[in-house]
């Protein structure tokens, strides 16, 4: 009973304080697959987690037609013999993406749960954006628009092998040609039967794929170590709560990692290095404390998550107290780093007119005092606002609230 007991404490715990959205709680994640769906669909996952309200929401006419055709059509694909007749059965048309978003959105004003989930959680989780003058079907109808077409990428890429953003680390784990990949699809086909056995449950049906593609794929990155609030990162978030800031000319310190090269190396000699240079600004109090930064990243599916291994490091080798280390376990690129870290800034109470600092190489400084266009071009948004540069390998920053947007094609880390 013990167990039970405190599994249900440290999930509680792990809603109060998430990554990527605000607002009212919600159900907790039960486990990897909650928080990969949740991290990637919230929207979708809102619904999912309301069988009442989907029911309701399903109940019309055009709605219930449209997926028995989709359920219809999934059930149909055990005479495929073709990777294109699986994607074909896996995804959301494109028209069933407008009509089911349209559909759904539209129910807003008649249905006054839908309204309250939307205007008291939804909106204010900014997982989809800022919300600006749109009003709340609007806003619902983008989040589902994303969530439809997201669901199809994962499919895309890790179902069909289409080639991800960044396919060195990113790709699938399958030759997409061979014939006994074809029998591995009608497993996950059969699967999500499982799950979804009749056209009621048929809303869900492309997301259940995804995230079994995802899995087969060896792919939960985004569920790895949460809920983080309630583990790696619990004595450093309680340890917040008691800090003087004003005592420190900064809130925390990012440190950037360098992910090895060499397949089995837990760290890397940059990523030491960089370790080294965060224990220094630690014990010069420049910061009370250090955010790791870096998931299982290089090389392609290595088994360390590098946050974790640096942390490993400032602790038993820098001698570092656990209580000022935070980890973020799943950025991937350098943009998503400081995103990331400006959702720990947000979310972890730390003081919000008090500028952070991040710290790496002065060749990787000097890049993120460039990296906005980047950040437009591959998140849609900078999450941060850039103070001054303190020297070569130090520069100032501010979370901002675009940070808790979810982005649609980095199913990994979203």
Known sequence: MSGIIKKIILLTLGICVMHISKGQPQPNPAGPQDWVIRKNYYATYL?????????????????????????????????????????????????????????????????????????????????????????AKVYLKKALLQDFGAMNYVVDVYGGGKRPNYPKIDSI??????????????????DVLKDIPTGKEALFMTMMTAVRLLEINERWDAAQLEPLIALENKKAFEQVKKTKFSA??????????????IYGQPISPGGMLRARMAARSYFEKL???????????????????????????????????????????????????????????????FPKD???????????????????DRCIRELGYVPYSLGKRISDVIIEFQAKDEAFTIDPDEPLDP
């Open 47 to 135: 619904l999912l987690k309301d069988p009442a309200l989907t029911q309701q929401l399903c109940a019309s006419q055009a709605v219930s037609t449209l997926l028995k055709q989709r359920f219809d059509r999934f059930k149909g694909s055990d005479h495929c013999a073709d990777l294109g007749c699986f994607l074909e059965a896996f995804k959301w048309k494109d028209s069933e993406i407008e009509l089911m978003a349209e559909q759904i959105s539209s129910q807003i004003k008649s249905n006054r749960k839908l309204a309250e989930l939307v205007e008291s959680t939804l909106m204010p989780s900014k997982t989809y954006g800022i919300p600006r003058d749109g009003t």
């Open 173 to 190: 784990s399958f030759d997409v040609n061979r014939k006994a990949y074809f029998q591995l699809l009608d497993d996950v086909r059969q």
């Open 248 to 261: 420190y000319p900064y809130s925390l310190l990012l440190t950037l990692g360098a992910g090895p090269e």
């Open 287 to 349: 910061a009370p404390f250090i955010v790791l930064s870096g998931g299982k990243v290089h090389p392609y599916k290595t088994a360390y998550i590098e946050a974790i291994e640096m942390k490993k490091y400032l602790i038993n080798v820098m001698g570092v107290p656990e209580q000022a280390i935070l980890i973020d376990p799943h950025a991937r690129h350098t943009t998503t780093n400081l995103r990331n870290t400006a959702r720990i800034l947000l979310n972890y109470g």
């Open 354 to 372: 008090k500028f952070a600092i991040v710290n790496s190489s002065k060749a990787h400084i000097d890049a993120v005092e460039k990296m906005a």
